[in-house]
């Protein structure tokens, strides 16, 4: 198996997007692989991919896919488009998630699966690779001669580094790190510290520069410079507060509130949670965000203060 063979995306999410501009730049061949009358048709062929179509003989001419489409859709792909794939098709996914909660690689064992997960959103995948940035990425692969493949992959993907995982390993992490940090105590915090400076008479303007834009600034310093030249460098008032604010909101009720995350990950709970409407929930959750006022001021004060 060679990067000169034919490879397809599934999908044309905001990762697939990203994949096939690095790809396209590196001088990989592949093509889009869609449903029928899919509305993301006219944007791949405005941007000069081609496509083709699921369930359709098509598929039988390629042997690599990235499996892009939503974690979800996973097991809906394989029970419709089994029997137009190749038994020689190998698989490679960007989260472990469907592979973890579906066992994936058993019930299609007939496949090869493999994992190359960038732990960047789209956007800077796509950024780092036109910057020479650097990606890293936690990676498994069956065999041998897939992990060969892999290594081959990820530098035209713009990924730098690699890491050895497994599925579940990597869906483990990923789904903790979400709940307990990235998506629920970043952006709700910011929210709640936003109101609350509001409602005690702090300006819009410096509400928000104080609890959401410099959150850019001060996640930067803290990964790029580490947490010891961190914390050495923060004002002697921002280090004492780090620790009143540690020891005000971090305390034993925290800390088993993040156990209770990881427990309901891993005694696989929170994967019957995910079974309900996403798109429903996402409404909801974007419907309250349009009433907070902290989106509002995000949208007035965006041209003066974000690139």
Known sequence: MTLQGPIAIIGFGSQARAWALNLRDS????????????????????MGFE????????????KVFLMLIPDDKHISFFEKNCSFLSNE????????????????????SQFSHSLLAPKAIASDVRFQYETKGKIGVAYYAQTLENEIFLKALAPKLGFTTMYKSHFDEECMADLFSEQSLLCSLIPYGALKSYNLLRKNGISSEVAFMECFLELKSISHAFVTLGPQAFFNLISPNALIGSQKGRELLMGETFDK??????????N??????????ADLLRKKVLAEWDEEELSKTFIKLKPELIV
């Open 89 to 108: 098709s190998h698989f490679i996914y960007a989260h472990g998630f469907s592979l973890s909660k579906e066992r994936l690689h058993e019930k299609f």
């Open 268 to 277: 696989k709970h929170f994967y019957k949670e995910v079974e309900i409407d």
């Open 257 to 266: 509130a993040l156990e209770q995350i990881l427990i309901d990950i891993k």
């Open 27 to 46: 001088k990989i061949s592949f093509k889009i692989v869609l449903k029928a009358n899919s509305p993301s048709m006219a944007l791949v062929s405005s």
């Open 51 to 62: 496509s083709i179509e699921l369930e359709s003989h098509e598929l039988e001419k390629f």
